[in-house]
């Protein structure tokens, strides 16, 4: 939802936002134009939560570099067969870009190793709870506390 969830930018728009700055990361993947803007971090932060951020390897860099201390976590498929066959599921993306991003893919996966820790994403419940007490323990929360 705009406003909500993303912020839909035109291309000018964008490019001005850019140039100005205001992107912690920013990339074009998949033929599209991708960006965390510092104020929705800041707006979040401000909530007292703590921002999860799903961006590609290039923002994940970019997020580093610019803030040394983010945790950084590599959700990895269970495969590359397995990958290739959750793509081919969607069916949101032409084979053509499939192939792109299997080849995108591959490049990422060998990266994993600049990450804080890899979650192998077999089961989608089993994935979130990892990812759920990756991100407690880097705010210092322990899963069994109660939360207010």
């Given at each position: 939802?705009?406003?909500?969830h ?12 850019v140039?100005a700055g ?10 599209n134009?991708y960006?965390?803007?510092?104020s929705?971090l800041?707006r ?9 951020l799903?961006?590609?390897l290039?923002?994940a860099?970019a997020?580093r570099?610019?803030i040394?201390?983010a ?7 269970p ?7 959750r793509?081919e ?7 053509t ?6 080849r995108?893919?591959e ?7 600049e990450?804080?820790c890899?979650?192998?994403?077999d ?5 979130t709870a ?9 705010c210092?929360v ?6 207010g």
């Open positions: 939802m705009d406003g909500r993303y912020h839909f930018l035109t291309d000018r728009e964008f490019t001005r936002r140039d205001e992107f912690l990361e920013h990339v074009e993947y998949a033929g134009r960006g965390t803007l510092r929705e800041d979040i932060l401000a909530e007292g939560r703590a921002p999860l799903e961006v590609e290039r923002g860099r997020v570099a610019s040394p201390g945790l950084a976590v590599f959700i990895a498929p495969s590359v067969e397995e990958l290739a066959r793509l599921h969607r069916a949101t993306d032409s084979p870009e499939i192939a792109a991003r299997m995108t893919s490049i990422e996966l060998q990266a994993r190793n990450f804080d890899v979650i192998v994403n089961d989608v419940d089993r994935a990892r990812l759920a007490e990756a991100v407690a323990g880097a210092g322990r899963m069994d506390e109660p939360r």
